[in-house]
């Protein structure tokens, strides 16, 4: 149909005398509406020119409703592909019948979308904007309006990669939407995209809450249309992450709601679903079939969408790679790249991923250079100019990085490996700074710890060729790093509970300073600002900048708990943390457990060492468990001789093994009677060192558990999760009001253990924590009057904190671990509540049974009790590896705080304690079960 015979059906129209009562008109408007957002052009066109021939039998002329429903055409055919003639109806409907500023907004609006869908960028942004401007003084009548092109221009970012500047404008969107009463489907939209473009910056937690928002949404609407929009999109979210039963159960639930509204759009996002969700199952056969079912609805259904096209032969590309087919990986590639950079140019986004995709198939293919050319063209399309901190996706850089590395590593290329991986270090960080600012809780630290494993093996290899001091400062930087991250991630999950406490004055303004900061960003990177102004938005975004930190500073003194995890600690330099050994005269042993290896850098007063031994992981992991449980089950009467002869030379195995691996190579730089720190790796966080061996105990008195050539003789340990939080620790601010607080809820006849029935030495009410606080001047809490309430209350008043009680380690999940504060009723303090508690403890004893041990994560260790107390503010805590005794515990907890009266330090004051306690006791009374339990982490300077 020609222009010229349009404006005469036009003009035909508009010299009519027409007018329909508005209680009719609107719900037919309302249906024409619903038809084009349902993807449905024919019926949409043809209800519009069913109702202008209604409108030609009518008087007077109404020329609003006439240009609505031209305007509404040009909308229906606009989705039938015929752009030129929609975008003429539009013009016409709005600009020359109507003199409105918000029709012609609204015109605006739909010619960005013509504008976009021709790729014409530019024209689009600019069209959506002239929108935005008119309709946002225009009241409260036409925010829906304002919404749909705010979200319409956040799309067009989206599309162009700038998944920032999208974010920003659907948010503010988002905001205006909710403020609309009863209007439910804007406010989902916007959640969904949202979701999408957190997902798209790999922000998991913040994407899963947006597409949660957007179920509610859905459920409150009860449209299958949208239903199965949503919990098509959740689930293919959740297959590409993983989570695949739940991916199951909202891509069926999307196919139910499909049968009832068969939309095209939404028929290709469930096959795209199925697709994933069998990818990541391993089953590529089946993800090739619904892979080529969404390459076929788009034909089918005339959605010839270019970029859908290609992104389709994209996710095409991982099916071929499961089935290992990767010169078919390597043209499914090729092909969708090729429409990319026809539609968008070389600088499109995905070629970051996509080059780094065929670089992986080259590879595997044996082509290593040739992938080596692909990782690094990959690196240029992620904007990579020498520098890492000129990357667009820090998160996407670090995976090329890591791929480079990993080709010299195999290439035994051992300077250049090293080289790449400290890119990766540094892109981590970048995308782990940036998830800080803003308060993901995305986890990083499996991939801190696999860039760990290369980097050791890269420093040992290059170390014992040349042994020079960079090569461990590397290790140990690196080794830092993700113990960091893996303490930053303990409970990070936590996080709206580690606020409660914290003045909300000081996080209202924190945040009211990010996004100033945020909103100066966006104005200062407008190119069209003059020079000048763009000067004065830079200085105005540095005093922002010291504002917030000097408000981190006052976060960081008032609140250090909550400090570390909200920002991260900063790692500590090696040169810097062999100060402190210098000044503490203490030797600290850093572990890092690799597959085959063994890796430990030696800090002491007089220098630094990089040892490694081969010990193979699970090996080593066999010989820890089995020490354990011969440590927490001591050999008690009757026993048979040749089974009392066996467990003790079990014993002997284990104990020389573990010395053997974890400590013998660390010995000869250790002399004898020094103070040795452990910052262990995996399960070595299981080992008490102290009850190590460094020779067989003598094979024809195996019950003298006295006279065994225990560790715990020579050295004084303590331990800590890392050595930037041990440098924390001990600079960590304390200001006490009172002196000690004993907490005692087990009474006569209470067991910490309940195991070996040995009666408890006390009377009701005259028990540790009274003793204790008595021999201080101490204030106690005890049976009746301890309750978790006081206790929460007034744990942050004292310097010592010493807790009497049961406890449990949950190994499922740990924020269920607990103490028992009431034995009345029966109320436990948890681990999750612990992180919430202001503690300004010197120390903290938790005598109390498991509350050093818990479930072990390979990334962020093991996760115990005592490390809660230590991420509420403590400098140190004495914790249990097991069930212990009460009789026992109670005599090695006075001796121990005996030791500390006369002025020694933490670890000192328990090695002393320990070997009082072997003095005392003979034979099977001396077995390291009664003795070896408490061990102390953090600080450890003297007390009082």
């Known amino acids: 149909m020609g222009y010229i015979p349009f404006l005469f059906f036009a003009l035909y129209i508009f010299t009519a005398h027409t007018v329909l009562p508005d209680q009719e008109f609107q719900p037919q408007k309302a249906e024409i509406e619903k038809q084009i957002n349902r993807q449905q052009p024919d019926s949409a066109i043809q209800s519009c020119n069913a109702l202008l021939y209604k409108l030609q039998e009518e008087s007077p002329l109404n020329y609003a409703q006439v240009a609505t429903v031209l305007f509404l055409r040009g909308r229906a055919q606009g989705g039938q592909g015929e752009g030129d003639m929609a975008e003429v109806r539009r013009i016409i409907a709005a600009h020359t019948y109507l003199n409105s500023d918000t029709l012609v907004a609204q015109t605006h609006h739909y010619s960005g979308l013509y504008h976009a869908a021709l790729h014409q960028h530019d024209s689009a942004e600019w069209h959506y904007q002239q929108a935005i401007n008119l309709l946002t003084p225009a009241g409260e009548g036409f925010k829906r309006h304002l919404v749909a092109s705010m979200n319409a221009l956040g799309g067009l970012y989206a599309g162009l990669s700038d998944i920032q500047k999208s974010i920003d404008v659907r948010q503010r969107a988002l905001i205006i939407a909710q403020s609309i009463p009863g209007d439910i489907i804007l406010s989902l939209k916007l959640s969904n995209n949202l979701a999408m473009l957190y997902k798209n910056a790999e922000d998991f937690a913040r994407s899963r809450l947006y597409f949660e928002q957007a179920e509610l949404y859905a459920e409150r609407l009860r449209d299958p249309f949208w239903q199965a929009m949503v919990d098509n999109n959740y689930g293919?979210?959740?297959?590409?992450?993983?989570?695949?039963?739940?991916?199951?159960?909202?891509?069926?639930?999307?196919?139910?709601?499909?049968?009832?509204?068969?939309?095209?759009?939404?028929?290709?996002?469930?096959?795209?679903?199925?697709?994933?969700?069998?990818?990541?199952?391993?089953k590529p056969d089946s993800a090739l079939i619904f892979n080529a079912l969404q390459l076929e609805s788009l034909y089918k259904n005339k959605i010839i969408n270019p970029v859908l096209v290609a992104y389709t032969i994209y996710e095409r590309s991982g099916c071929f790679e499961l089935q290992e087919r990767y010169d078919s990986c390597f043209s499914a590639c090729e092909k969708s790249l090729a429409i990319f950079d026809t539609i968008f140019g070389p600088h499109y986004s995905m070629f970051r991923v996509g080059y780094r995709t065929q670089a992986l198939c080259q590879i595997k293919m044996g082509n290593t250079d040739a992938g080596l050319v692909l990782l690094h063209r990959a690196l240029l399309a992620n904007n990579f100019k020498g520098i890492v901190d000129s990357l667009l996706y820090p998160m996407e850089g670090y995976r090329s990085f890591m791929e480079i590395g990993k080709c010299y590593y195999g290439k035994q290329d051992w300077q250049r490996a090293l080289d790449y991986f400290q890119y990766a270090d540094r892109a981590l960080l970048l995308h782990r700074k940036r998830l800080l600012e803003s308060d993901s809780k995305e986890k990083l630290g499996q991939n801190t710890r696999?860039?760990?494993?290369?980097?050791?093996?890269?420093?040992?290899?290059?170390?014992?060729?040349?042994?020079?001091?960079k090569y461990i400062?590397?290790?140990?930087?690196?080794?830092?790093?993700?113990?960091?991250?893996?303490?930053?991630?303990?409970?990070?999950?936590?996080?709206?509970?580690?606020?409660?406490?914290?003045?909300?004055?000081?996080?209202?303004r924190e945040d009211q300073i990010k996004r100033q900061i945020g909103n100066l960003e966006i104005q200062k990177n407008d190119i069209d600002k003059p020079l000048l102004e763009r000067s004065k938005l830079s200085k105005q975004i540095i005093d922002h900048k010291k504002e917030y930190d000097r408000l981190v500073d006052t976060i960081k003194m008032l609140y250090p708990g909550y400090a570390?995890?909200?920002?991260?600690?900063?790692?500590?330099?090696?040169?810097?943390?062999?100060?402190?050994?210098?000044?503490?005269?203490?030797?600290?042993?850093?572990?890092?457990?690799?597959e085959k290896r063994i890796y430990t850098i030696i800090i002491h007063p007089k220098g630094v060492h990089f040892e490694s031994i081969e010990v193979d992981s699970d090996t080593l992991n066999d010989v820890i468990s089995a020490m354990r449980k011969l440590l927490a089950s001591p050999p008690t009467e009757p026993q048979h001789d040749n089974e009392i002869i066996t467990y003790a030379i079990q014993y002997g195995q284990y104990g020389v093994r573990l010395y053997d691996w974890l400590f013998r190579p660390c010995k000869k730089y250790i002399a004898d009677g020094s103070q040795v720190v452990i910052i262990p790796d995996g399960n070595i966080g299981y080992v008490p060192f102290e009850t190590l061996l460094d020779t067989f105990p003598p094979s024809d008195k195996p019950l003298r558990f006295h006279t065994y050539p225990y560790s715990l003789l020579r050295h004084a340990f303590s331990y800590c999760y890392s050595a930037s939080l041990l440098q924390n620790l001990e600079s960590r601010y304390i200001a006490p009001q009172r002196t000690f607080l004993g907490v005692e809820t087990i009474g006569k006849g209470g067991q910490r253990g309940d195991i070996f029935g040995f009666p408890f030495p006390f009377q009701k009410g005259d028990g540790e924590a009274k003793w204790l606080s008595e021999q201080i001047s101490g204030a106690h809490l005890l049976d009746e009057n301890a309750t978790k309430a006081e206790f929460m209350a007034i744990s942050s008043l004292f310097k010592v904190l010493h807790v009497v009680t049961h406890g449990h380690a949950d190994s499922s999940d740990t924020g269920q671990s607990w103490l028992l504060i009431s034995n009345q009723q029966d109320e436990k303090l948890r681990l999750w509540e612990i992180y919430t508690l202001r503690i300004k403890a010197a120390m903290v004893v938790l005598s109390a049974c498991e509350t050093g041990t818990g479930l072990l994560n390979p990334v962020e260790?093991?996760?115990?009790l005592g490390r809660g107390f230590i991420v509420a503010g403590a400098k140190s805590v004495v914790t249990t590896y097991w069930n212990i005794p009460d009789a026992e515990s109670t005599v090695l907890m006075h001796s121990f705080y005996k030791n500390l009266f006369k002025h020694e330090e933490k670890d000192r004051a328990l090695q002393n304690a320990k070997k009082a306690f072997l003095s005392e006791h003979t034979m099977r009374s001396a077995h390291p079960y009664y003795w070896s339990g408490y061990y102390i982490t953090g600080d450890v300077n003297p007390l009082f």
């Open 236 to 282: 293919v979210f959740l297959a590409q992450f993983k989570y695949l039963k739940e991916a199951r159960f909202y891509l069926e639930r999307a196919g139910k709601y499909l049968e009832k509204s068969n939309n095209a759009t939404a028929l290709y996002e469930y096959y795209q679903g199925w697709s994933i969700y069998y990818q990541n199952t391993g």
């Open 473 to 508: 400062d590397i290790a140990f930087r690196l080794l830092e790093h993700t113990k960091s991250a893996g303490l930053l991630e303990d409970v990070r999950t936590l996080d709206a509970n580690l606020k409660t406490g914290v003045d909300a004055l000081l996080l209202t």
């Open 564 to 594: 570390d995890l909200k920002y991260g600690q900063s790692s500590i330099e090696l040169t810097e943390f062999e100060a402190l050994c210098r000044k503490t005269g203490r030797v600290t042993i850093n572990y890092f457990q690799g």
């Open 450 to 469: 696999e860039l760990c494993a290369f980097v050791m093996e890269s420093c040992h290899q290059l170390y014992q060729n040349s042994p020079e001091r």
């Open 861 to 864: 260790g093991v996760l115990s």
